[in-house]
């Protein structure tokens, strides 16, 4: 399907604004929001510590870069379910993460299992307390009953913070019906869940407002579709990435994840979350006019066979690391 003249020179102004704005560096740092009804303020960029991330870069590196982020604002680090994401953090200096949003992750659904990772977690690195602790990758009515259940991980949760060993509880998944559900029965003060163009539409009618009815923070992840966005032509050219992001900050997340597998990736988002404005309705539009004709045959992620045919999700993350 070709672009009309009229379409081609809409979306070229619109791509080129995304990509033109890009610095080698922006002043300032990124700005926050506030989490939810957590008291919390989180950066609107954060930063994704994934299992790739630890495969890619030494520990130098993560240092490195870890102190990059943490100087331009950054307060939020993604953990993934390898013990190395966390000890990676663990490596920096307690006095320099101050104001770090701290978080640990767990497939257990059973309430002892999920708190012995939460305390491994905190034993890397190097915490007494964390401020949220996540049931990740919660995406079917089975898991979130046993979690619900007698000895589910809703107990440990509960347990936890009585013990003051973690500040919130959260909830990770794919699944919005799920997750709306998670919110009710765990109870869950954040959630992290993908947000991006090929759901908006159920995000902004759905998801977003009883979340935010609800005061539960919202941390969006896999803003391009775990890569599928920029393998497309039009939305890599004529929308582009900071557009891409801009599209999901403007949808009322209070913090975007995003991806590392290089260092520029990291400078490259900051600038964006630095030099970010609010999208007009004209733009917002052009962008949804353009999914609408363009991403009919785009399969998001989370509905994707491979994914919901894995029962090890760390699998789900090689396979779509972005």
């Not at 590392?260 to 004209?282: F, G, N, Q």
Request: hydrophobic letters at 40%; charged letters at 25%; glycine letters at 8%.
């Amino acid at each position: 399907m070709k672009l009309t003249r009229r379409e081609f020179l809409v979306l070229s102004a619109l791509g080129l604004a995304g990509i033109g704005s890009i610095k080698a560096e922006t002043a300032g740092v990124v700005s926050k929001r506030p989490l939810g009804n957590t008291g919390l303020d989180i950066s609107i960029l954060g930063f994704g510590n994934a299992i790739h991330f630890t495969e890619i870069f030494t520990p130098e590196t993560s240092d490195m870069l870890f102190r990059t982020a943490l100087k331009n604002g950054i307060n939020f680090f993604d953990t993934e379910i390898d013990e190395r994401a966390d000890e990676r953090m663990g490596r920096l200096p307690l006095s320099e993460r101050t104001g770090i949003i701290t978080s640990g992750k767990s497939y257990k659904r059973d309430a002892r299992g999920l708190e012995q990772e939460a305390l491994m977690s905190m034993k890397r690195m190097r915490l007494k307390c964390l401020d949220i602790m996540f049931l990740h990758a919660l995406d079917r009515p089975d898991e979130l009953d046993t979690v619900c259940g007698p000895g589910g991980g809703a107990e440990a949760l509960r347990s936890l913070k009585k013990n003051n060993m973690i500040r919130f509880a959260g909830v990770s998944g794919h699944n919005s019906d799920i997750l709306l559900e998670a919110v009710k029965r765990v109870p869950v003060d954040v959630v992290i869940t993908p947000v991006n163009m090929t759901n908006m539409e159920e995000f902004k009618k759905k998801v977003c407002p009883e979340l935010k009815r609800q005061g539960v923070g919202i941390i969006a992840m896999k803003p391009f579709d775990g890569g599928n966005l920029l393998k497309n032509p039009y939305f890599r050219f004529f929308v582009g990435t900071k557009n891409m992001l801009r599209y999901v900050w403007d949808a009322g997340v209070d913090c975007i994840l995003v991806g590392i597998r290089k260092p520029d990736d990291l400078y490259r988002a900051v600038d964006m979350a630095k030099s970010r404005r609010e999208m007009t309705s004209v733009e917002r539009n052009n962008i949804e006019s353009m999914f609408a004709r363009y991403g009919k045959n785009i399969i998001p992620i989370h509905k994707n066979p491979v994914y919901l045919s894995s029962r090890r999700p760390a699998d789900f993350h090689r396979v779509f690391p972005a």
